[in-house]
């Protein structure tokens, strides 16, 4: 089999060799932030996940590509990533669900990928550095190196524009639950819907909608989605989230949770090379209990001084905040995911805890 040579030229002027993989960048030039993901397995559903809107996902698994793609594992109808970069793709997949390769899955949508890279090296280098813009592809590398110094990454971006639905649209409960959830599609993945749809029907609507237009739905509870992008650039969604506070309950995951902590009151700021994997320990301070968590962020929330908030979940490898609560109004939010998809599901009581909130909301009993 023939190959391409290729490289990566980070925005610090480090460099990588490998070999051209998925579909062809666009002049040879492919460019965005750097970030690793430590899972064994689950390539698809990170791929898929609109949270990597604007960056390049590095596999540290050594072999991606083993059991091939199939659209039910898509966590969205297209990726938004910027790229992949792998060590070594499978040359031929092996699984009785597979309905194709990864390979041809990045030429169909097209993303742009690179293989054959030290990802030890580059992963290394990420966590030593922080998350880097870079630029990858076929072009010289002198062409790449001017694309990386120009290279831009997630500080100060509204990626959330470049992936919410353009429309509503409604999902119905696939358990007949009568509850009715109105979740703002940030980059909303399938998974999480698929758990909602356990406690209520669900209305998924655009990030721009209004306060006044989700009042109109009359929903017994929001939920704000995980998404790409700053928290802090997202001034739309957090404005309507803090108009909302104490009107409905609402729960966050992931960016909806550092958007519900800015509209408490919260900041935000960025971690240096970010939570992306399967398997980081989270303690549950309600009740003692550690989780294996699957997380995707890059930003956090720093609830330091404020009053109002309960700290719930702690990550135990950097202890930074996982998830708080309002002690205000009936609200709450986790950073990991417990929808998995990829991932463990220890965090999946959380869409009860959220279904419980809106029954004591409703009944009229405190939080």
Known sequence: MSTTDAAIVLADGTTFEGEAFGAEAPGGVATGEFVFNTV??????????????????????????????NAEDDES????????????????????????????????????GIAGIDTRRLTRHLRDHGSLPGAFGTAPESVLREA???A??????????QVTTSEPYTVASTEGATRRIVAVDMGIKRTILRNLTRIGTVEVVPATTTADEIRAMSPDGLFLSNGPGDPAAVHGVQATTRELLGEVPIFGICLGHQILGAALG???????????????PVRDLTTGRI?????????????????????????????TVEGFSSTEVPAFGVQHHPEAGPGPR????????????????ASGVAR
């Open 291 to 319: 989780e294996i968590t699957s997380q995707n962020h890059n930003y956090c929330v720093d609830v330091e001084g404020l009053g109002g908030i309960e700290v719930t979940h702690v990550n135990l490898n950097d202890g």
């Open 152 to 161: 831009i990454g997630t500080d100060g971006r509204d990626l959330v524009v």
């Open 266 to 280: 919260a900041s935000t700021y960025k971690l240096p090379f970010g939570h992306h994997g399967g398997n980081h």
């Open 40 to 69: 064994l397995s689950g390539y698809q559903e990170v791929i898929s996940d609109p949270s990597y809107a604007g960056q390049v996902i590095t596999f540290t698994y050594p072999h991606i590509g083993n059991y091939g793609v």
């Open 346 to 361: 220890d965090s999946a009581y959380l869409f009860e805890r959220f279904a419980a909130l809106i029954d004591r909301t």
């Open 148 to 150: 990386a110094a120009g």
């Open 77 to 112: 109808h297209v990726p938004h990533c910027a790229g992949v970069v792998v060590r070594e793709p499978a040359r031929r997949h092996s699984s009785w669900r597979a309905e194709g390769d990864l390979a041809a899955y990045l030429v169909r949508h097209g993303i742009p």
